[in-house]
């Protein structure tokens, strides 16, 4: 009998446990989008900027600057959906976020960036993250910054997103998640969470 109560009382503590793991665990946000698209833009002003503080306890989130542009010859050149002032902007922001090693900081760069009132160049939200700016240009007039664009081209086509910004929740993508995502990121991550941040 006693055995019999003990086995309840830890398969009752390994369920607790188990559900306690669950809404812990920090959940992983793939965003891929490209440096002057407005939804965008529109995605990181209105999502994810009022939202971080409350989320971050609970998200790892990573940022891939690349959307519907395309690498020729190798790497060579890059045309981009919005023209070349984009494509300067996608490799800005490799390589500003290859510098950045903490989310925080990589947070706080693209949000200043991806803002409508932002230098569309994307030089002052660098100075401002405090990124060694001769670092920097040597990154983006360089091959680091052709390898950095063309990663991140290799990764956006695994997902060959047909909408530009695109979240990816834990490795895979659902178009239901990501169209609520779009409107409601703190939503979805309350769902993905089972509500485990005060914000939900």
């Given at each position: 009998m006693m055995q019999r109560v003990l086995v309840l009382f830890l398969a009752v503590a390994f369920g607790?446990?188990?559900?306690?793991?669950?809404?812990?665990?920090?959940?992983?946000?793939?965003?891929?989008?490209?440096?002057?698209?407005?939804?965008?833009?529109?995605?990181?002003?209105?999502?994810?900027?009022p939202n971080y503080a409350a989320l971050e306890p609970i998200l790892d989130i990573e940022f891939i600057p690349f959307g519907k542009a395309r690498s020729i010859n190798g790497g060579e050149?890059?045309?981009?959906?919005?023209?070349?002032?984009?494509?300067?902007?996608?490799?800005?922001?490799?390589?500003?976020?290859?510098?950045?090693?903490?989310?925080?900081?990589?947070?706080s760069y693209t949000t200043c960036q991806m803002h409508f009132l932002a230098d569309p160049r994307g030089w002052e939200c660098a100075f401002r993250s405090g990124v060694d700016l001769t670092v920097l240009q040597n990154c983006v007039d360089g091959s680091l910054g052709t390898q950095l664009q063309l990663e991140a081209e290799r990764r956006t086509q695994l997902i060959a997103p047909a909408f530009v910004p695109t979240m990816v929740f834990n490795g895979q993508f659902n178009q239901n998640l990501q169209d609520r995502a779009f409107n409601n990121f703190l939503e979805v991550m309350c769902d993905l969470s089972n509500n485990a941040v005060s914000a939900c």
């Open positions: 607790q446990f188990a559900v306690l793991k669950s809404q812990t665990s920090r959940i992983r946000v793939a965003v891929y989008y490209e440096h002057l698209c407005p939804d965008s833009i529109r995605w990181f002003s209105n999502q994810l900027s050149s890059f045309e981009c959906q919005h023209g070349p002032l984009e494509c300067e902007g996608n490799r800005i922001q490799s390589c500003v976020l290859n510098q950045l090693n903490s989310q925080d900081a990589q947070v």
